[in-house]
């Protein structure tokens, strides 16, 4: 789950990370106002939506063919200039490199005290899987896509691996802090928080934090100008955060993926049009790369997992069938603790109550399997039999139209 800029700054500054006072604002007229408050000769309106790239992005219409702003972070300087500029975003698509043409509305604007900038650095902290540890990651190179750098220049990014337990080092922050070229008071600042966005990470149970750019001012002081923070879903769903799922934004997610998530499945979208429906998140992505060997696309990535009941198998067929883009469904399934004849009297159901307008394919193994096959071909319904995983992905293209 990603959280908003204003939302990551509350929790950086409950961690004592150096962040700029601002206000959110979801009217021009708040937005006039939280300047007013903040007393500054400066301000940043920024626009609040889950994507990064918003300062190069554009506002449109809502027909999104006419363009209301070039950028969706404006520097204002005055309360009449932040009610304006709030006015051109609000309530209108943000598109940026990471929305997609469709781009997403803003329903928030957050501003912000302006500074001096005289440097823009990087920093930030993911789980190194192959490590298995995090890893601090900083560079000089910061206001620009990490993944840019990285591509460009690898060794311009500096890479500190720490123990969740023990937490970032002291001498591991200094040891950044000289890569990075600070010194004196910035130095300082800079040998405090990063041990401190340690402890953020591990206790808020992130799977990202990111501060792009971190800046030193033209005072010396290190401030963390912007803040991305993604929690791990499975914290959520064991209840270990519910301080922070009570900051989910539902409008920021995919419809399918949040309906998805309240049953109790995990659900990606993607842009295909073959339907997957397994169990495991190792069968979904050999199902996927399959799909995509036998000249397909996958339409999306639905794991029902190991122990899903009737009801679930029903939803997550439903959930396939609500993509328009589906020319076929594949339910590759092996049974082991989710056994074969419940997920087919699931199948079952969800085709007799929904209208079913594309094919679908289903290959059983595991558990109670021959029961499972007999549910199906007892039901008269139109569902094509599979040997194994590379005969199901052939006769889902076949059936799709995707192959002459």
Not at 102 to 110: E, P
Not at 242 to 257: H, K, Q
Not at 336 to 360: N, S
Request: charged share 25%; hydrophobic share 45%.
């Amino acid at each position: 789950m990603n959280l908003h800029e204003f939302q990551a700054k509350e929790i950086f500054r409950s961690h004592g990370l150096p962040v700029l006072p601002g206000h959110v604002a979801e009217t021009p007229e708040q937005a006039a106002d939280a300047f007013a408050r903040l007393s500054a000769p400066v301000a940043v309106v920024k626009s609040q939506i889950h994507a990064g790239g918003r300062g190069k992005g554009t506002v449109y219409e809502k027909d999104l063919k006419t363009v209301r702003l070039q950028g969706g972070v404006k520097v204002v300087r005055s309360a009449s200039e932040a009610r304006d500029i709030a006015a051109k975003i609000l309530g209108y698509p943000l598109v940026t490199r990471q929305t997609g043409p469709q781009g997403r509305v803003v329903r928030r604007v957050y501003v912000e005290a302006g500074c001096e900038v005289d440097r823009e650095l990087y920093l930030g902290i993911v789980l190194d899987r192959r490590a298995g540890r995090p890893v601090l990651m900083a560079s000089r190179e910061g206001g620009v896509e990490i993944e840019e750098v990285a591509a460009r220049a690898p060794e311009a990014i500096l890479k500190e691996h720490f123990d969740a337990g023990y937490g970032l080092q002291a001498f591991q922050a200094r040891k950044v802090a000289f890569g990075l070229g600070l010194s004196g008071e910035a130095f300082k600042q800079f040998v405090r928080m990063a041990p401190a966005l340690g402890r953020l990470y591990v206790e808020r149970e992130c799977t990202l934090v990111e501060i792009n750019p971190l800046v030193v001012t033209r005072q010396g002081q290190v401030l963390a100008l912007d803040a991305k923070m993604a929690i791990d879903d499975r914290a959520l769903e064991l209840k270990r955060q519910p301080a922070l799922e009570a900051l989910r934004d539902v409008s920021e997610e995919d419809p399918l993926e949040h309906e998805a998530h309240r049953h109790g499945l995990n659900y990606v979208s993607m842009d295909g049009n073959i339907g997957c429906m397994v169990n495991g998140a190792g069968l979904a992505m050999a199902t996927m790369d399959i799909i995509q060997q036998a000249g397909g696309a996958p339409a999306n990535f639905l794991d029902v997992g190991g122990g899903a009941n009737k009801d679930q198998v029903k939803k997550a067929f439903q959930l396939l069938l609500a993509n328009p883009s589906v020319r076929a469904v594949f339910i590759n399934i092996f049974g082991g603790i989710l056994r074969c004849d419940v997920l087919a009297q699931g199948i079952v159901d969800a085709v007799k109550e929904v209208e079913v307008r594309v094919p679908v394919i289903v290959r059983l193994e595991g558990t109670n399997v021959e029961a499972g096959r007999e549910i199906l071909k007892a039901s008269g319904l139109k569902i094509v039999a599979a040997a194994d995983m590379a005969d199901g992905a052939r006769k889902a293209i076949e059936a799709a139209g995707l192959r002459r």
